[in-house]
């Protein structure tokens, strides 16, 4: 157990429909990271944020958007979802604005039918 | 061209060999080079990182980074049935881009 939660662990929508992916890091971490899994894609690195303010920003779409609360808790938002959208989404967080320890959380299941 | 090369595999081995991962990159900036073991519906759990060239150990994984190939390799000795899973390597300049390979699937047989 890494200490990152997400929630939910699963979620099945229609497309076209908004929903909001959450994360909670590990005590003390600062930097929350955001990614996509697909089989075809890999993993790919979407968005960081470190102490509220975005920090990073990888391949994110301009249908998705992420913040982080003063508690330091963050929210994936994805919008006009779409069925290549259908992936698993993974949250990391460190104790730094460096990327290279990352503790991952156990994702989000996204299913878009 | 991909920033990170990896063979997905599937890789399939006997309980006790040694097993070689592999990754290469095109980006000579990148600095820190990492390895992630991931089992299947769980999220990457990281394994070591190196920062620039040379080799380190952890137990029985050496990760090996040779900047002047652009190469990177992860050495598990002794392999174990509980080491199956997926390896994802991956890389940064230390800035704000992160790049993952895509992965080599691995399988030890008991």
């Known amino acids: 157990d890494s200490g990152v939660t997400q929630t939910p662990k699963h979620l099945i929508t229609a497309t076209g429909q908004r929903v909001t992916l959450r994360c909670s890091p590990r005590?003390?971490?600062?930097?929350v990271y955001w990614y996509q899994q697909s089989l075809d894609q890999g993993l790919q690195f979407l968005i960081q944020y470190y102490n509220g303010e975005e920090r990073a920003k990888g391949n994110i779409l301009e249908r998705f958007s992420a913040q982080q609360f003063p508690d330091l808790h963050s929210e994936l938002n994805l919008s006009s979802l779409e069925l290549g959208d259908s992936a698993l989404y993974f949250c990391?967080?460190?104790?730094?604005?460096?990327?290279?320890?990352?503790?991952f959380g156990p994702g989000t299941r996204l299913t878009v039918l | 061209q991909k920033e990170v090369e990896q063979d997905p595999g599937p890789l399939s081995v006997p309980e006790g060999a040694i097993v070689s991962l592999n990754c290469t990159y095109s980006n000579s900036a990148f600095q820190y080079f990492m390895w992630y073991r991931q089992y299947s519906r769980k999220g990457p759990e990281l394994l070591m990182y190196?920062?620039?060239?040379g080799n380190k150990e952890d137990g029985r994984f050496t990760a090996q980074v040779d900047k002047s190939s652009k190469y990177i390799s992860l050495f598990i000795r002794d392999s174990q049935p509980s080491d199956s899973a997926t390896y994802l390597c991956?890389?940064?300049?230390?800035?704000?881009?992160?790049?993952f390979g895509t992965g080599t699937s691995l399988t030890v047989i008991p």
């Open positions: 190196t920062y620039s060239s």
């Open positions: 990391a967080s460190s104790v730094g604005q460096a990327m290279y320890e990352q503790f």
């Open positions: 005590s003390g971490d600062l930097s």
């Open positions: 991956a890389m940064t300049r230390g800035g704000n881009q992160f790049y």
